[in-house]
């Protein structure tokens, strides 16, 4: 099955920071979602996004098919958005080890 | 929008005992269902996809004995861990979609406790 890698594992901002976290995978995708697991183990869906942009508030997704990566933008970073950012991908939807941010005060 | 219940969301069990847990479609008819694991700080494990009317397709080393997938209806999938073992303790998630053209919805997951 497809291979799904994301980066950096974790990551540390100071409140108000941006950031970047990352997708690759292995194959051609048919479809490709963003989720945040919040600290209960909700899984709430940022973005489904297999190909181009989506901006919904401070956050926004932009997948690039052909290169088979797939980025999500975090702008002006609260606590709130601490927590652990998930891609998943493919009609069988494999997740990647996930991108646990922290964003401290 | 799509919503996925789940229940029940925790779930304390004797060794020996099976367990059923639900994942409803509510206002949407699911097509597929995907039954997934996760350990305490690592990613989800995809489990076993789940069809309607067809039997499910279990990833390589999943029991199928153990890890029984029934989806009965376009709304409705049980996974039921027969003769559960503290080793089966774990939090489990179901999502449901309706096609590829909308993406996958989460319910808010099981943790299971086998004592």
């Known amino acids: 099955g497809i291979q799904v890698e994301q980066s950096p594992p974790d990551l540390i901002l100071q409140e108000g920071a941006n950031s970047t976290l990352r997708c690759n995978f292995s194959d051609s995708v048919n479809n490709l979602q963003w989720f945040h697991q919040n600290p209960w183990g909700q899984l709430i869906n940022l973005f489904y996004i297999p190909s181009g942009t989506k901006q919904n508030g401070r956050l926004s997704a932009t997948t690039v098919a052909t290169e088979r990566y797939s980025l999500l933008y975090i702008s002006s970073s609260q606590t709130t958005d601490s927590g652990v950012y998930f891609c998943a991908a493919d009609n069988d939807m494999r997740f990647g080890a996930g991108t646990r941010l922290t964003v401290k005060p | 929008g799509a919503v996925v219940s789940q229940h029940p969301s925790r779930v304390i069990c004797k060794s020996g005992t099976s367990v059923k847990i639900e994942c409803r479609s509510l206002d949407f008819q699911a097509t597929t269902m995907f039954w997934y694991r996760q350990f305490p700080k690592q990613s989800l494990m995809l489990m076993a996809t789940?069809?309607?009317?067809?039997?499910?397709?279990?990833e390589q080393g999943v029991e199928k004995d153990k890890f029984l997938i029934n989806h009965a209806s376009l709304t409705l999938s049980t996974l039921t861990v027969a003769s559960a073992h503290p080793e089966d303790s774990s939090f489990y998630i179901c999502?449901?979609?309706?096609?590829?053209?909308?993406?996958?919805?989460f319910g808010s997951g099981t943790r299971l406790t086998v004592v």
């Open positions: 999502s449901a979609g309706q096609g590829l053209s909308y993406g996958y919805t």
């Open positions: 789940s069809n309607e009317g067809s039997k499910a397709t279990y």
